[in-house]
Structure formats: structure tokens, C-alpha cells
């Protein structure tokens, strides 16, 4: 009788310590919750910040690529579009060309190559003055499968987001248009090998 009632003892000092343990289980296990639920809280509203500035980029790059679209190409009626989506968890953006009917059109494939020229110039500008590098690019012969009626409005236009974003092109070209729309012109003359430079 006395061995089973400090056997009896023992069992209720387990349960006791037993008791003690689940209490500081729950009580943890209740701050983890209240932590992973302020954690997708924080997570939501990051996301949300973070699709609103998706959106706000859009906005902003297909406003720009669109107004230089309807002034150098006025008959295609395209809007420049981008869909910013994720996959395999990552963040990925989908560019396209839309029409007044609402049809999607890759621009490198689907549209012809003066349209092609003349969104990717301007993305490349876009891409440079959203980054931390200097509002430069150096480029050699843009627009060339532009049609030469297009290059005038598409020059000009190409010099206004220029002035609007300080931003600066070093070009290479020999298409007159570009050169009518330039600040400063270097002509470059090759003699038996040897590049002479001149101010134009």
C-alpha cells in the first residue's frame, strides 16, 4: 500500500511538471501565432505596396511609350501595355502592343520593325532613368528599320523625353532627321586608317 501510494505521488508530480510544460507549450505556441499573424499581416500590406508600385510603373512607361507611339505611328492606334505577374514566385513582366479592339501584339514579333526599334529605344531610355545609373546611353544607329517618314516625329519626340528626364544619347547615325534633332554634331571621317573627329 505504501509502494502504490508513492507510486500514486510520483504519477501526480509527472503530471503535475506534465501539466506546467503543456501550459508553457500553449502559452508559446500562442505568441507564435500572434508573431505569424503580424508576419502575413506585414506580408499583405508589403504586397499591396508592392503591386501599387507595379502599377504605378506601368502607368508611368506605357503613358510615355504610348504618347511616342500615337505621335510617330498614329495610324497603328497601339497602346503600350505591361503586366506585371508572378510565376515560379518571382515577380515577371509581360510587354505588349494593344490595339483599339483590345488585341494583344508582341512587339518584337508582331508589329514590324519600326515600331520594334522605336518601343525598345525607348525602354532602354525608361529602364536608365528608373535605375541608379547616369542618364546616359550610347547607341549606334537607332531607328534604322524605322520608315524614313517616321523619323522625323519619332527624332523629336526622342529629344523631348531627353530634355524632359536629363537624359543624354550619344548616337551614331547618318540619317539627317536624327542629326537635325541633335545639340551637338561630331563628324567622323576615316583616312587610310586613321578616324579624324570634327564639330560639325
Excluded: W
Aim: charged share 30%; with cysteine; proline share 2%.
Amino acid at each position: 500500500m505504501i509502494k502504490a501510494r508513492k507510486r500514486i505521488d510520483e504519477l501526480k508530480a509527472e503530471q503535475r511538471v506534465a501539466h506546467k510544460a503543456l501550459k508553457n507549450f500553449n502559452s508559446q505556441l500562442e505568441n507564435e501565432l500572434i508573431t505569424l499573424q503580424e508576419v502575413e499581416d506585414v506580408q499583405r500590406l508589403f504586397q499591396s505596396a508592392v503591386a501599387l508600385m507595379y502599377e504605378n510603373l506601368s502607368a508611368k512607361l506605357g503613358d510615355i511609350i504610348t504618347e511616342g507611339l500615337t505621335l510617330v505611328f498614329p495610324d497603328s492606334q497601339y497602346k503600350f501595355k505591361l503586366d506585371f505577374v508572378e510565376r515560379r514566385g518571382n515577380v515577371e513582366c509581360d510587354v505588349f502592343l494593344e490595339d483599339s479592339t483590345g488585341d494583344r501584339y508582341h512587339p518584337l514579333d508582331a508589329v514590324g520593325g519600326g515600331i520594334a526599334d522605336f518601343v525598345c529605344l525607348l525602354l532602354r531610355i525608361t529602364y536608365i532613368i528608373l535605375s541608379k545609373y547616369d542618364n546616359f546611353l550610347a547607341a549606334d544607329e537607332p531607328l534604322k528599320f524605322c520608315d524614313r517618314s517616321r523619323i522625323p516625329e519619332a527624332a523629336s519626340f526622342i529629344r523631348k523625353v531627353c530634355e524632359d528626364f536629363r537624359f543624354q544619347i550619344l548616337m551614331v547615325s547618318h540619317v539627317p532627321e536624327l542629326i537635325a534633332e541633335s545639340e551637338i554634331v561630331y563628324n567622323v571621317v576615316k583616312k587610310k586608317g586613321i578616324s579624324t573627329v570634327k564639330k560639325a
